[in-house]
Nanobody, 126 residues
């Protein structure tokens, strides 16, 4: 089944930058969709970004397009989420998730991701 472990969260001021990491163990993620999600207090978990690891192609939610970048390091079996120009609306628990093998990750929903990490907290103050 494998395990996902997120790290890199923290507290920053608005306009700041963070880089989240998702270390994958127990299997090689290459070829699968890997996604980042977030959940703010009192809100539903929402999709943030996904990467098709077979090609390195990425998709983003409109709310983070142009500010966040998802990437992968196959040698380290790790997926990253570089977050810039952070706003208080980006506050939440960020989760990494493993999706299926597909030609595109854009149409995937939360239920399509089968393995999840425990999350890392991101807090952005104004």
């Amino acid at each position: 089944q494998g395990q996902l472990v997120e790290s890199g969260g923290g507290s920053v001021q608005a306009g700041g930058t963070l880089r989240l990491s998702c270390e994958v163990s127990g299997y090689i993620f290459s070829g699968r969709c890997m996604g980042w999600f977030r959940q703010a207090p009192g809100k539903e978990r929402e999709w943030v970004a996904a990467i098709l690891t077979a090609r390195g192609s990425a998709d983003y939610a409109d709310s983070v397009q142009g500010r966040f970048t998802i990437s992968q390091d196959n040698a380290k079996n790790t997926v990253y989420l570089q977050m810039t120009s952070l706003t208080p609306e980006d506050t939440g628990m960020y989760y990494c998730a493993r999706g299926p093998w597909l030609d595109s990750c854009a149409s995937l929903t939360l239920g399509d991701y089968g393995v999840w990490g425990l999350g890392t907290q991101v807090t952005v103050s104004s």
